[in-house]
Protein backbone atom coordinates (compact mmCIF):
# COMPACT_ATOMS: atom_id res chain seq x y z
CA UNK A 1 0.00 0.00 0.00
CA UNK A 2 1.29 3.26 -1.19
CA UNK A 3 0.51 6.90 0.48
CA UNK A 4 2.27 8.47 -3.01
CA UNK A 5 0.01 8.82 -5.50
CA UNK A 6 1.51 7.80 -8.73
CA UNK A 7 1.10 10.83 -10.48
CA UNK A 8 3.63 12.85 -7.41
CA UNK A 9 5.73 9.90 -7.32
CA UNK A 10 6.63 9.98 -10.73
CA UNK A 11 7.26 13.53 -10.50
CA UNK A 12 9.95 13.08 -7.65
CA UNK A 13 11.82 10.15 -9.69
CA UNK A 14 12.20 12.62 -12.93
CA UNK A 15 13.37 14.87 -10.12
CA UNK A 16 15.41 12.33 -8.01
CA UNK A 17 19.02 13.98 -8.97
CA UNK A 18 17.45 17.88 -8.00
CA UNK A 19 16.30 16.64 -4.82
CA UNK A 20 19.48 14.87 -3.94
CA UNK A 21 21.56 17.64 -4.55
CA UNK A 22 19.60 19.98 -2.66
CA UNK A 23 19.26 17.40 -0.13
CA UNK A 24 22.86 17.34 0.43
CA UNK A 25 23.75 20.92 0.68
CA UNK A 26 20.87 21.71 3.06
CA UNK A 27 22.62 19.22 4.89
CA UNK A 28 26.05 20.52 4.48
CA UNK A 29 24.59 23.83 5.60
CA UNK A 30 23.46 22.84 8.69
CA UNK A 31 26.70 21.68 9.57
CA UNK A 32 28.69 24.79 8.58
CA UNK A 33 26.01 27.17 10.71
CA UNK A 34 25.97 24.82 13.42
CA UNK A 35 29.04 22.84 14.50
CA UNK A 36 32.54 23.78 14.27
CA UNK A 37 36.18 22.01 13.80
CA UNK A 38 36.28 19.11 11.42
CA UNK A 39 32.19 18.64 11.19
CA UNK A 40 32.50 22.31 9.95
CA UNK A 41 35.23 21.49 6.70
CA UNK A 42 33.13 18.21 6.30
CA UNK A 43 30.21 20.41 5.52
CA UNK A 44 31.69 22.75 3.76
CA UNK A 45 32.61 19.64 0.89
CA UNK A 46 28.31 18.35 1.30
CA UNK A 47 27.66 21.94 0.47
CA UNK A 48 30.04 21.99 -2.65
CA UNK A 49 28.75 18.52 -3.64
CA UNK A 50 25.44 19.51 -2.95
CA UNK A 51 25.57 22.66 -5.51
CA UNK A 52 27.37 20.42 -8.12
CA UNK A 53 24.15 17.78 -7.63
CA UNK A 54 21.96 20.05 -7.82
CA UNK A 55 23.46 21.75 -11.38
CA UNK A 56 23.48 18.33 -12.81
CA UNK A 57 20.61 17.36 -11.78
CA UNK A 58 18.72 20.46 -13.13
CA UNK A 59 20.62 19.96 -16.63
CA UNK A 60 19.41 16.15 -16.26
CA UNK A 61 15.55 17.06 -15.51
CA UNK A 62 15.69 19.90 -18.44
CA UNK A 63 17.15 16.56 -20.72
CA UNK A 64 13.59 14.93 -19.59
CA UNK A 65 11.36 15.40 -22.16
CA UNK A 66 8.51 12.63 -21.17
CA UNK A 67 7.84 9.27 -21.24
CA UNK A 68 6.13 6.63 -22.92
CA UNK A 69 7.18 7.20 -26.59
CA UNK A 70 8.43 4.37 -28.72
CA UNK A 71 11.01 2.24 -28.70
CA UNK A 72 14.26 1.61 -26.02
CA UNK A 73 17.16 3.20 -25.94
CA UNK A 74 20.28 1.27 -24.18
CA UNK A 75 23.60 2.93 -23.85
CA UNK A 76 26.66 -0.24 -23.16
CA UNK A 77 30.12 0.00 -23.21
CA UNK A 78 30.12 2.98 -25.30
CA UNK A 79 27.34 1.81 -27.62
CA UNK A 80 24.06 3.59 -28.51
CA UNK A 81 21.21 1.00 -29.18
CA UNK A 82 17.73 2.08 -29.88
CA UNK A 83 15.04 -1.02 -30.58
CA UNK A 84 12.28 0.79 -31.78
CA UNK A 85 9.00 -0.14 -33.59
CA UNK A 86 9.78 0.01 -36.85
CA UNK A 87 12.96 1.12 -37.26
CA UNK A 88 16.04 0.59 -34.67
CA UNK A 89 20.31 -0.03 -34.78
CA UNK A 90 23.47 0.58 -32.68
CA UNK A 91 25.73 3.73 -33.33
CA UNK A 92 29.37 3.62 -31.41
CA UNK A 93 30.32 7.02 -29.80
CA UNK A 94 33.94 6.94 -30.66
CA UNK A 95 32.38 6.33 -34.18
CA UNK A 96 29.99 8.97 -34.10
CA UNK A 97 30.25 11.76 -36.71
CA UNK A 98 27.57 14.20 -36.01
CA UNK A 99 24.82 14.90 -33.67
CA UNK A 100 21.50 16.19 -34.79
CA UNK A 101 18.32 17.53 -33.03
CA UNK A 102 14.76 16.81 -35.49
CA UNK A 103 12.38 19.04 -34.80
CA UNK A 104 10.44 18.42 -37.86
CA UNK A 105 9.53 14.81 -36.60
CA UNK A 106 6.73 14.33 -33.60
CA UNK A 107 8.24 13.82 -31.06
CA UNK A 108 11.44 15.06 -31.81
CA UNK A 109 14.38 13.10 -32.32
CA UNK A 110 17.89 12.53 -31.90
CA UNK A 111 20.16 11.68 -35.26
CA UNK A 112 23.35 9.97 -34.72
CA UNK A 113 25.21 9.68 -38.23
CA UNK A 114 28.12 7.86 -38.28
CA UNK A 115 29.83 7.07 -41.44
CA UNK A 116 29.16 4.50 -43.80
CA UNK A 117 25.70 3.79 -41.87
CA UNK A 118 22.56 4.66 -41.89
CA UNK A 119 21.24 7.97 -39.52
CA UNK A 120 19.85 6.51 -36.44
CA UNK A 121 16.65 8.54 -35.23
CA UNK A 122 15.78 8.14 -31.77
CA UNK A 123 12.90 10.04 -30.16
CA UNK A 124 13.58 11.88 -27.39
CA UNK A 125 10.50 10.17 -25.23
CA UNK A 126 12.18 6.78 -26.07
CA UNK A 127 12.02 4.63 -22.76
CA UNK A 128 15.33 4.57 -21.17
CA UNK A 129 16.48 8.14 -23.64
CA UNK A 130 17.74 9.38 -19.51
CA UNK A 131 21.10 7.23 -20.29
CA UNK A 132 21.71 9.51 -23.88
CA UNK A 133 22.84 12.56 -21.24
CA UNK A 134 25.59 11.16 -20.26
CA UNK A 135 26.61 9.32 -23.38
CA UNK A 136 26.29 13.23 -24.98
CA UNK A 137 28.35 14.54 -22.31
CA UNK A 138 31.34 12.19 -23.18
CA UNK A 139 31.10 13.50 -26.99
CA UNK A 140 34.72 15.84 -26.95
CA UNK A 141 33.30 19.76 -27.43
CA UNK A 142 29.93 19.37 -26.94
CA UNK A 143 28.01 22.08 -25.33
CA UNK A 144 25.34 21.14 -22.86
CA UNK A 145 23.58 23.96 -22.26
CA UNK A 146 23.00 24.69 -25.95
CA UNK A 147 21.90 20.85 -25.97
CA UNK A 148 19.55 21.87 -23.33
CA UNK A 149 18.01 25.19 -24.70
CA UNK A 150 18.00 23.69 -28.33
CA UNK A 151 15.59 20.76 -27.00
CA UNK A 152 13.06 23.26 -25.76
CA UNK A 153 13.19 25.37 -28.79
CA UNK A 154 9.74 25.29 -30.87
CA UNK A 155 9.41 25.07 -34.25
CA UNK A 156 9.62 22.75 -36.81
CA UNK A 157 13.65 22.52 -38.09
CA UNK A 158 16.98 20.61 -37.77
CA UNK A 159 20.33 21.66 -35.89
CA UNK A 160 23.35 20.22 -35.65
CA UNK A 161 24.11 19.95 -32.05
CA UNK A 162 27.35 18.34 -32.56
CA UNK A 163 29.86 17.18 -35.24
CA UNK A 164 33.28 15.87 -34.86
CA UNK A 165 35.72 17.89 -36.87
CA UNK A 166 38.16 15.91 -39.10
CA UNK A 167 41.64 16.10 -37.90
CA UNK A 168 43.13 19.21 -39.79
CA UNK A 169 46.62 18.74 -42.28
CA UNK A 170 49.27 20.95 -41.05
CA UNK A 171 49.94 24.31 -43.29
CA UNK A 172 53.32 24.58 -44.00
CA UNK A 173 54.10 28.63 -44.88
CA UNK A 174 57.06 29.52 -47.10
CA UNK A 175 57.66 32.88 -46.05
Same mark, same amino acid.
Given at each position: MS? &?? *??ARAAIWRCRE???GVGIGVLG???? %? =??AGLIWWLGWV??? &???? =??? &? =????LRFRIGVGGPGVVQVDEGQISYFGPLTGG???LSELERLRLDHT?? *????VLDMP =?? *????????AEGVDALFDAFTTLSGLRTERMLSELRKPGSHQ %? %? &?????????? %??RLH
Open positions: F &IR *PELIAVSWV %V =GTLVA &IGAA =GTI &I =GLQRAVAAT *PAHW =GH *PSLHIPVN %V %V &IWERHASHTQ %VH
